[in-house]
């Protein structure tokens, strides 16, 4: 059963970056799947922000696409989320996610990690 | 973007009750609607793909269905455990995969 785990800073500073990563535990990152970022603002619905295949294919939400960079890191078996120039309306809770390939919805997701922008 | 309306908002009802949440797409998605269950702590939970597929382990008290371009999620008998926030999610097309804006299910 694969479990994923969120991690990074829980504070970021306007106008800087916001840096995620998704542990992976129990089963491989270069398995046949997209990893996924999904978002969650205050008082507001679920967000999808992007996903990332072994094959090193991106996509993006376009609302955030100039901003953001999702990446697969193979030796450490996780996965990242790196959104720049960053403002209040990012803060949000960040979950990780992925979902096969194939079936067209996410099997398995993290427990979300909180992340506020402020100075 | 694919648009999913999803309605009500918030709901309050009394266990035992049948509790349904409905969710339109802007277009057509054929049976590519998912719903989840989301509660505060904890990781989002997959509950239905595929508009009628109750994911392995989902008590059969849950389930969904589909008119055109309109989906119904539906709980049989609402109980304790159940409290939480749902979500369809559209997984048809090119991305992005978008979401409803959830449903808040209270206990009356």
Redesign the interface.
Known sequence: QVQ?QESGPGLVKPSGTLSLTCAVCGGSITSDNWWSWVR?SPG?????I??VHRSGTT?????LKSRVTISMDNSKNQFSLNLRSVTAADTALY?C?F?ISG??????????TLVSVSS | DIQMTQSPSSLSASKGDRVTITCQASQDIDNYLNWYQVKPGKAPKLLIYGAFTLQTGVPSRFSGSRSGTDFTFTISSLQPEDIATYYCQQYAHSPPYTFGQGTKLELK
């Open positions: 994923l969650q507001k619905g679920l967000e999808w992007g996903e996509n993006y939400n376009p609302s979950y996610a979902a079936q067209r919805y996410f099997d398995c997701w993290g427990q979300g």
